[in-house]
């Protein structure tokens, strides 16, 4: 997986300008609330379009301004997991993940939906709607529904921002253990450093909505590059 991003869009006195390259890697953008991390993925996905740059996936131009080049969300092969995880709530949690399987060939549908189910040990819950699910539960059935679609990317935008204390730890230890397993890359939107420490490759901060260079979370944390980066990650030199 290689992922370019080369940016910038303006909100009123906001203005965000973003640069950095992922390989198949689980990598955070990291930030104080209002840094521009939510719009940058908004972006990648093409639910927000940049005034101006390049967005490249595995060789592919998302979206390029020179050239005229803005593809539309479900042709960019990106699995965005929101922060509510906006599952369908009239719908079970087959129905759910088999709204995310519409792209495949029918005949290999079905077979596609039980084995995420299975993976994402949903057997038993087919027919319960989201209201049923506890936390984590609806956060498997969000990452189900993405990867059933075979993404080459998948957004992660502040996953654990909605459950309290004790849950938000155990989805957490779930969580690493998917995406140890996932065939694709990963980017992780937080403010936290504990889980960037916990759960990430590599970490790009933003601060106020420019990017740092990106680097990997021991070099975050042993020695940042910015004072921005030192801020965020609460060291001290």
Known sequence: MALIVDIEKTLGDFHLKVNFTAEREVMALLGASGCGKSMTLKCIAGIVR??????????????DSDKKIDLPPQKRKVGYLFQQYALFPHMTVEQNIRAGAHARPKAEREQAVRE???AFRLEGLENNR???????QQQRCA??????GQPELVLLDEPFSALDAYLKWQVELELSDILKNLSCGTLFVTHNRDE???LCDTVCVLNK???DPKETVKELFRAPATMGAALISGCKN
């Open 116 to 118: 995420v189910l299975h």
């Open 196 to 198: 960037v420490y916990r």
């Open 143 to 148: 990452l189900a529904r993405i990867l059933v």
């Open 209 to 211: 909505g420019k990017s």
């Open 50 to 63: 940049p005034d101006k740059g390049h967005i490249e996936l595995n060789g592919r131009v998302l979206f």
């Open 130 to 136: 989201p209201s049923q699910l506890s936390g984590g």
